[in-house]
């Protein structure tokens, strides 16, 4: 793994695709440990990507390698390490039968469950083994565990504090001295693995902790963090999202702008965070009501319109944590940071654009009506013919009805929120319509 990383360094090559908002911080730290050969625990909130960063960890392995045909452990054909592929590789000579493994083969990883046992780590005897004729003394009767099945590879443990602590002590020969005991056997198997493991901050304190000997033997601790730059925090939902519907960046970016300001309130118990997921889940929320309404007017193209961010206040407020204070206040909360993060979206995409003519038009003509249930074709119809509309669109990058109805909704929304025109929001009964006037 060090090999290929340097190689991937020396040659400019990103050794971690699809890892964002992290190239200044937590990757150079990574890459150090793993020059220098140490294990390493990520400590960070829920939904920074911990995990995405450990299976990251796979591609620094060569494609395939050799393995001993039959082998459990995956043993290197020249360096066979348990008894039984030490006798055949004495008995079969250029005879040993020879596999390739893919490094996707060569990763393993658990999540610490309170059903976790030793055997699942390090391993235990096999009574089939047993039955079979072989006696308890015999290194062959043991069923090796999650650990030593990951000799020459990686072995990831998922939220580590979770482990019991008598299930920890059984890693500290593991890191240390590289080998492992399994109950009574006089057996030492110098395995070849990188251990890696996540953890929660609060875990330290709260459901359980690491032990300090385990901490002790990981070479590196890395802080991981939800990203830094609002374009990081974009580009994490234009990539791990499952959009259906055409989402206009202007909207992902409100998505990404209202987790951002969800993160800093003080409405939202931070010792939870909140997660990469929920952005996700909004982006992926607000495709689907533009999916719905094109189902419902039978609209030919589904686009989504900031009419749609709505419905993530409907649907994702059980994702958050609010602080004990707050309880009956949490959707007044996320509608207020929804009007902001919509509000620095409108100042930063349409800030000099004059409206005035707008206005004025919404001032003595017929007001503008939208909704879930109101296509794009209608709302294009109803909106004045005005400089301002077609300035909107033009700095939006929208092209189809679909999302220049999107673009003018939001210049419409904007000015509500700069308290020039009035909105009137029916309820859903009535069908759900949004009148600026």
């Known amino acids: 793994?060090?090999?290929?990383?340097?190689?991937?360094?020396r040659a400019g090559d990103d050794p971690w695709p699809g890892i964002l908002g992290f190239s200044n911080t937590v990757l150079p730290q990574l890459e150090r440990a793993l020059i220098a050969g140490h294990d390493v625990v990520l400590l960070g909130e829920r939904g920074q990507g911990k995990s995405r960063l450990l299976r990251a960890l796979v591609q620094l392995l060569d494609e395939w390698t050799p393995v001993i045909g039959g082998s459990e452990l995956g043993e290197h054909p020249f360096d066979p390490i348990t008894p039984a592929s030490i006798r055949r590789a004495a008995e079969l000579g250029d005879d040993l039968p020879v596999q390739w493994r893919h490094r996707d083969e060569r990763y393993a990883e658990k999540l610490a469950t309170p059903d976790t046992s030793v055997g699942d780590l390090v391993g235990d005897v096999d009574p089939v083994k047993v039955a079979e004729g072989r006696s308890l003394g015999d290194p062959e009767t043991i069923h090796f565990g999650l650990v030593p099945r990951a000799h020459r590879g990686i072995v990831a443990i998922n939220e580590l504090p979770d482990l019991a602590e008598r299930l920890q002590v059984a890693l500290l020969n593991v890191m240390e001295e590289?080998?492992?005991?399994?109950?009574g056997y006089n057996l030492r198997l110098p395995l070849d693995v990188l251990l890696v493991a996540s953890s929660n901050p609060e875990d330290y304190t709260n459901r359980g902790r690491i032990i300090s000997p385990l901490k002790d033997r990981f070479g590196?601790?890395?802080?991981?963090?939800?990203?830094?730059?609002?374009?990081?925090?974009?580009?994490?939902?234009a990539q791990e999202a499952r959009l259906e519907a055409v989402v206009p960046d202007v909207l992902l970016e409100i998505v990404a702008r209202l987790t951002r300001h969800l993160r800093e309130s003080p409405s939202v118990d931070q010792r939870s965070g909140v997660s990469a997921r929920f952005s996700i889940a909004a982006a992926e929320t607000v495709s689907a009501s533009a999916i719905h309404r094109a189902a419902v007017t039978g609209e030919p193209d589904a686009v989504a319109r900031p009419v749609d961010l709505a419905t993530v206040i409907d649907v994702l407020g059980g994702?958050?944590?609010?602080?004990?204070?707050?309880?009956?206040?949490?959707?007044?909360?996320?509608?207020?940071?929804?009007?902001?993060?919509?509000?620095?979206?409108?100042?930063?995409?349409?800030?000099?654009?004059?409206?005035?003519?707008l206005v004025s038009a919404l001032e003595t003509g017929p007001a503008v009506v939208t909704g879930e249930r109101v296509p794009a074709t209608e709302l294009l119809d109803s909106l004045p013919d005005d400089d301002a509309v077609d300035e909107t669109a033009e700095r939006l990058g929208a092209t189809s009805d679909g999302e220049r109805a999107s673009a003018a909704e939001l210049a419409l929304e904007g000015l509500y929120l700069a308290r020039r025109i009035s909105k009137d929001v029916e309820d859903s009964a009535a069908g759900g319509r949004t009148v600026y006037s």
């Open 1 to 9: 793994m060090r090999a290929n990383l340097l190689d991937k360094l």
């Open 178 to 183: 590289r080998d492992i005991q399994i109950r």
């Open 319 to 357: 994702k958050l944590e609010f602080e004990s204070g707050e309880e009956g206040r949490e959707r007044d909360v996320l509608e207020h940071l929804l009007r902001r993060a919509t509000a620095d979206a409108v100042q930063a995409h349409l800030g000099g654009i004059d409206m005035a003519g």
């Open 220 to 237: 590196a601790e890395v802080r991981t963090h939800y990203p830094l730059e609002l374009a990081d925090e974009v580009a994490v939902i």
